[in-house]
T-cell receptor
Framework: ELKVEQNPLFLSMQEEKNYTIYCNYSTTSDRLYWYRQDPGKSLESLFVLLSNGAVKQEGRLMASLDTKARLSTLHITAAVHDLSATYFCAVSPYNNNDMRFGAGTRLTVKP | DADVTQTPRNRITKTGKRIMLECSQTKGHDRMYWYRQDPGLGLRLIYYSFDVKDINKGEISDGYSVSRQAQAKFSLSLESAIPNQTALYFC???????????FGPGTRLLVL
């Protein structure tokens, strides 16, 4: 059974600091997704990673995928308050569309 | 107008009642999904559908049923609601390519 683990679950950062959120999964997958959810809102797609070594960047966020280690990272550079949200990774097993989400990382960026 | 809409947005019901949550989309996607979100558990897939004639169970389908009335409409039913089905329910669609999912605004359900 596919399991997806994120850590940390809670992250409090100061502005301008860097940090990384980790997403580990337990079975072969060819697709990994990162989503953002603001309090009381729906989920918004951030990144889709489709191959080993894939790296994507948008603003202060950069996501990468290592399929051999079954690990994805979401790196935050020089955090700002607007990045405060909950971040989810999601994995779809190879040749299967039963999407599994991590529990989410609640990020708070403080001045 | 929003691409993925859900009705109702909030619902309070009693144990044993049958309720239906509805999802409509204007994105033209074939694939639609229902998830529930509970605090600390992320999202869990209930059912998904790749077209009108294709329905698949997800991780937690027990106690739920679905109906794909048209490409644009996908409904979730709780035949006999119970308190542990209190949650936030999301509908989503995807295009079958990269499979990025586009989520509706959610339905907050409280079962008393």
């Amino acid at each position: 059974e596919l399991k997806v683990e994120q850590n940390p679950l809670f992250l409090s950062m100061q502005e301008e600091k860097n940090y990384t959120i980790y997403c580990n999964y337990s079975t072969t997958s060819d697709r990994l997704y990162w989503y953002r959810q603001d309090p009381g809102k729906s989920l918004e797609s951030l990144f889709v990673l489709l191959s080993n070594g894939a790296v994507k960047q948008e603003g202060r966020l950069m996501a990468s995928l290592d399929t051999k280690a079954r690990l994805s990272t979401l790196h935050i550079t020089a955090a700002v308050h607007d990045l405060s949200a909950t971040y989810f990774c999601a994995v779809s097993p190879y040749n299967n569309n039963d999407m599994r989400f991590g529990a989410g990382t609640r990020l708070t960026v403080k001045p | 107008d929003a691409d993925v809409t859900q009705t109702p947005r909030n619902r309070i019901t009693k144990t044993g009642k049958r309720i239906m949550l509805e999802c409509s989309q204007t994105k033209g996607h074939d694939r639609m999904y229902w998830y529930r979100q509970d605090p600390g558990l992320g999202l869990r897939l209930i059912y998904y559908s790749f077209d009108v004639k294709d329905i698949n169970k997800g991780e937690i389908s027990d106690g739920y049923s679905v109906s794909r009335q048209a490409q644009a409409k996908f409904s979730l039913s709780l035949e006999s609601a119970i308190p542990n089905q209190t949650a936030l329910y999301f509908c989503a669609t995807s295009d079958g390519g990269e499979e990025t999912q586009y989520f509706g605004p959610g339905t907050r359900l409280l079962v008393l």
